[in-house]
Structures are given as structure tokens and as C-alpha cells.
């Protein structure tokens, strides 16, 4: 509960730098960020009552239904960090401070996803190997990869998976057995991969170190 009340205090400020630049440039240019937060916590509350499922021995079926919820949103976490891309001089806002508000958005977001991914790391212990854990987290870190790269630009979202499937798959079908005309998207996801591998993989690193010091 402790994590969640930091987070919703950090997302809360994230809300306030940007109703602070609306008021400030009379516009909503950046109003969307609000809606790729909430994307982004998503995954993390479905970690969170995955988590608690699991620990109340609640049916299987509740934890395979959460984790699969948990595993469609991943991608929004990480996705805001694409929202950079918006970034550029606006008259009377100065970059600096869109910069500012861009990065707490996309850090939240961030943090978001790799606390979801934690926890259900933990969880997967319980089942796994811990080699199988590892190569699921690798294998996830490229599919996430690949999810940015299908909402950045082609434009695809979660819920398309449930709403427009057939549409989604064949163009998922048609990049995929045509790499090379899709160079950006495997720039995308090879980078975008390599990122998200190493900061996972630091953060890791991190609470366990911290915690062999207690």
C-alpha cells in the first residue's frame, strides 16, 4: 500500500505541473499525458490484485484473467517515454519546462511498469525456474518493444486486441514477414529492447543489493 500512496502522490504532481502549464499557456497541448498515465497504471494495479489473489489463494482463473490483463497494458508503461517526441518549442512555455513535464510523466509511466513487473517476477518464482523467469522477462521486454513501435505508429492500441483483432493481426502478420521493409520497426524494437532490458535489469540489481545491506 505504501508504494501505491508514493505513486499516486508522484502522478498527483505529475497532474499538477501540467494544470500549472495549462493555466500558464491557455492551452491543453499536453492533456493527453493524463490519459497515457492512467494507461500506464493499469498494469500496475493488476499486479497489484494479482498479488493479492495469489496470496488469498483465490481461484486460478482470477489470477490467469489478471495476469493476462496485466500482460495486454504492459506496453503502455514504458510507452510514455515516446511522448518525448512531442516535445518542441511552444511561444510563451519555455522548453525547459515542457521538458520537465514530459520526463516526470514518462518516469512515472516507467516506474509504473517495472513495479508491476516485480511483482509479478515474485510470482512467477513461485512457479518457474528462475532461468525460464529471466527469458520471459526477455521475451517481454521485446514484445513491450514491439507494442511501442505498433501505438507510436501504426497507431494501434490495447483494446484493439479485443475490438478490431483481425485488422491488428494481419498488419502485425505483414511487418513481421517483411522486416526489411519495416526498418524502423525493428530499429524500434531492438533499441527499445536493449533500454528497457538494462533498466529493468539495473533496478533489479539495485533492490537486492539494498536489501543484502539490511
Known amino acids: 500500500m505504501k508504494l501505491i500512496k508514493t ?17 500558464w499557456s491557455g492551452n ?13 497504471w493499469v498494469p500496475f494495479l493488476c499486479a497489484f490484485f494479482l498479488s493479492e489473489a495469489k496470496n488469498n489463494n483465490r481461484s486460478k482463473y482470477l489470477l490467469i484473467a ?19 517526441f512531442h516535445l518542441k518549442q511552444n511561444m510563451g512555455i ?10 516526470s510523466f514518462a518516469w ?12 509479478v517476477q515474485r510470482i512467477l518464482k513461485m512457479y518457474l525456474n528462475i532461468k525460464w523467469v529471466h527469458l520471459f522477462i526477455m521475451g517481454l521486454m521485446i ?7 505498433l501505438g507510436r505508429y501504426p497507431r494501434w492500441n490495447s ?3 479485443i475490438s478490431n483483432p483481425v485488422a491488428l493481426f494481419a498488419d502485425i502478420f505483414n511487418m513481421l514477414i517483411h522486416p526489411f521493409h519495416n526498418t524502423r520497426m525493428v530499429g524500434v524494437t531492438f533499441f527499445f529492447s536493449l533500454f528497457l532490458i538494462a533498466g529493468y535489469q539495473t533496478l533489479d540489481a539495485l533492490i537486492r543489493n ?4 539490511e
Open 94 to 103: 519555455p522548453l525547459w519546462f515542457d521538458l520537465v513535464l514530459i520526463l
Open 159 to 161: 483494446w484493439d486486441i
Open 28 to 40: 491543453l497541448h499536453y492533456v493527453f499525458l493524463v490519459w497515457n498515465l492512467f494507461l500506464a
Open 210 to 213: 539494498f536489501k543484502k545491506e
Open 108 to 119: 512515472n509511466g516507467l516506474l509504473l511498469g517495472f513495479s508491476s513487473l516485480l511483482e
Open 143 to 149: 514484445l513491450c518493444s514491439f507494442g511501442i513501435y
Open 7 to 23: 505513486m499516486a502522490i508522484s502522478s498527483a504532481l505529475c497532474v499538477m505541473l501540467l494544470y500549472a502549464r495549462v493555466q
Open 66 to 84: 489478471l495476469f493476462g490483463a496485466w500482460l495486454l497494458f504492459f506496453p503502455n508503461s514504458p510507452y510514455i517515454i515516446t511522448d518525448l
